[in-house]
């Protein structure tokens, strides 16, 4: 990768890509985006990969957010069009990929880190973390979609309580809520992610695949549409016929 704050590895199906930037707590430049926006079309182009993790060199923090030494100068209309443009691309990409992504929260996620994991499909996050949205102590909101992705996960209620406090709150507290999957011991956490991965790459690329670009069009309120059309897709590929044939064979699938 051109930046050395952002590290990338494809091993064995799952494409990683780790936040490296340990002495700013992960803050996240223009240049990182622009960096995990490249990992993401390599990703889009590697026809091996089934699973996405997002991860942290850093013990302390997943992602303090975004760096405020590069956005706190900017003029408010290139605040708007460039800085959160920016991220809300990279974003909004990650959410829309085709294949499963997983964040591991092994640090505290703040701001555009919250934002971050909010875009992928599953978060798993050591017991010990906060996480939380503290724009408004900065006289920020959060620019990334986090409020849209926070509400559609957790409700009004519970994302005004995030948002507009902008008080943390513990990975247990997420966990109840339904902010992340599942808050685990520390030293459970990389295990408990592995077996999520090597789960996701059992299952049937094509369903996953339609089963995410499925659960858009239900956000968009086309829900009942939505569910005949990938279901007659999903269907029409071979994985379904594999899936028939081995369910009547008593044997696992073998999805190619």
């Known amino acids: 990768m051109p930046s050395s704050n952002i590290l990338f590895h494809i091993d064995d199906r799952v494409a990683t890509i780790t936040l490296d930037r340990v002495a700013r707590h992960n803050a996240l430049t223009m240049a990182m985006l622009a960096d995990v926006d490249l990992a993401l079309a390599r990703i889009e182009n590697a026809s091996d990969v089934r699973v996405v993790v997002f991860r942290s060199t850093s013990s302390r923090f997943f992602c303090s957010g975004a760096d405020i030494d590069e956005w706190g100068n900017i003029d408010p209309e290139g605040m708007g ?89 513990t990975a247990v507290r997420a966990a109840e809520w339904g902010v992340v999957n599942e808050a685990l011991p520390r030293e459970a956490l990389d295990e408990r992610v592995a077996e999520i991965c090597a789960l996701l790459q059992r ?20 829900a009942e549409l939505a569910h005949e059309f990938a279901a007659s897709v999903c269907k029409a590929t071979p994985d379904a016929i594999e899936g028939v044939k081995a369910f009547r064979e008593k044997r696992c699938a073998e999805f190619r």
């Open 81 to 169: 069009s460039r800085f959160i443009r920016a991220g809300n691309r990279v974003f909004r990409r990650i959410a829309e990929l085709d294949i499963p992504t997983v964040s591991v929260l092994s640090g505290n996620a703040l701001g555009g880190g919250l934002e971050l994991a909010l875009s992928c499909d599953f978060r798993y996050a050591a017991l010990d973390v906060m996480l939380g949205f503290p724009e408004a102590s900065l006289g920020a909101i959060p620019g990334w979609m986090g409020c849209q992705r926070l509400s559609d996960l957790v409700g009004t209620s519970r994302s005004r309580e995030l948002v507009l406090l902008g008080e943390p709150i």
């Open 203 to 222: 299952r049937s690329g094509a369903s996953l695949s339609i089963g995410k670009r499925l659960l858009r069009l239900i956000e968009s309120g086309q």
